[in-house]
């Protein structure tokens, strides 16, 4: 890959950091004008049908963070050449695609069947992304690197069965930020070498 290759492909690793910040600032917006939600008795998702601007926060929040996602997925497919980061990169991508619909179809929308299931496929998507991107690090030598997102999923699975879905899903999410967060700063630190 040539060098101008090399600056591109890092280019897109900035917009998976920016689609961590942009969730992170989402939720902090969201809870400090929704005063009424609770960590461990509320859902993120709860935040989508507040009475308050909470629930357009969370609204365009997710359909910025979906687009941030995709185009940083996009990046890794078009940038590397490695299956398993390839696989990644398209996982991203659909994961990008599901947070937009879960913003959209709220838990109020057709009963939240469509909200829950495209949450459920964005988390799937989420950690297929790290399983195929830990395998391929692993097997390109960076094992160190390739450990963490497999820690941070066994946080995920233990938290899954040790707490109820609202404690749950809050430790998962903080799980997958800190995740893509990881996972941009490879692709930018990397400078795409594969």
């Not at 609770?38 to 963070?65: E, H, L, P, R």
């Not at 404690?167 to 700063?185: N, P, T």
């Not at 490879?186 to 400078?191: D, L, S």
């Amino acid at each position: 890959m040539n060098a101008d290759a090399k600056k591109h492909a890092a280019a897109f690793g900035w917009f998976g950091v920016l689609a961590v910040a942009v969730f992170s600032i989402i939720w902090l917006a969201c809870y400090s004008v929704d005063t009424s939600w609770v960590w461990g008795k509320n859902s993120i998702s709860d935040f989508g049908i507040s009475d308050t601007d909470a629930a357009s926060f969370f609204k365009y929040g997710c359909a910025i963070v979906g687009v941030l996602l995709a185009i940083f997925g996009i990046g890794e497919v078009v940038n590397k050449k490695k299956f398993g980061y390839v696989f990644s990169g398209i996982m991203v991508v659909l994961t990008g695609i599901c947070v937009i619909i879960v913003g959209f179809a709220d838990l109020n929308y057709k009963g939240g069947d469509i909200h829950h299931f495209f949450a459920i496929l964005a988390a799937i998507f989420a950690a297929a992304s790290a399983i195929a991107w830990s395998a391929q690090s692993w097997k390109c030598g960076r094992e160190v690197v390739a450990g963490i997102p497999i820690v941070l999923s066994c946080v995920v699975l233990a938290c899954l069965f040790a707490y109820p879905f609202e404690k749950f899903e809050v430790i998962a999410m903080v799980m997958v930020l800190i995740w893509y967060g990881l996972y941009s700063a490879c692709t930018i630190g990397y400078n795409v070498k594969e």
